[in-house]
């Protein structure tokens, strides 16, 4: 069973963007799976370090749509991504010294939790703006 199953209910209608949030879902079930099936530190790295790139390049291209948009919470947004994307960055730093496949299991619950919560609030103003 993949950690995060995705529902439309995430959907935000602009498909660059949602495109890239069931790609991110993709990307942290893989994390996920090679864990629980105990894949050794290359394979697992590699899962890791594809779903940090992929979270660095969707935030970029989020932000850039945000400003294109004059988002009004643009500067708040752009903080969460900076701040969750610091924390991967840090994790996933510490994995390539010391490879753990719990540790990985928990980050991997943590940017499950983080990405409904920020797609669910954040994401969504993009589109409810002025409503
Ligand atoms: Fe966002
Ligand atoms: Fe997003």
Redesign the pocket.
């Known amino acids: 069973m993949p950690l995060l199953e995705w529902k439309d209910e995430y959907l935000?209608g602009m498909e660059a963007?949602d495109y890239?949030?069931q790609d991110?879902f993709d990307c942290l079930n893989q994390v996920y799976e090679q864990c629980s099936r105990k894949a050794d530190y290359d394979t697992v790295a590699g899962c890791l370090g594809r779903l940090h790139t992929r979270l660095a390049a969707?935030?970029a291209l989020?932000e850039k749509t945000m400003r294109e948009m004059k988002n009004p919470h643009y500067a708040a947004h752009k903080a969460e991504?900076d701040r969750f994307l610091d924390e991967v960055t840090g994790a996933v730093a510490v994995f390539g010294e010391e490879f753990d496949h719990e540790d990985v299991d928990k980050l991997a619950h943590g940017v499950q939790q983080w990405?409904v919560r920020?797609?669910t609030t954040?994401?969504r103003q993009l589109v409810e703006r002025g409503r």
């Open positions: 935000l963007l890239e949030h991110l969707h935030f989020e991504h990405i920020h797609i954040f994401d």
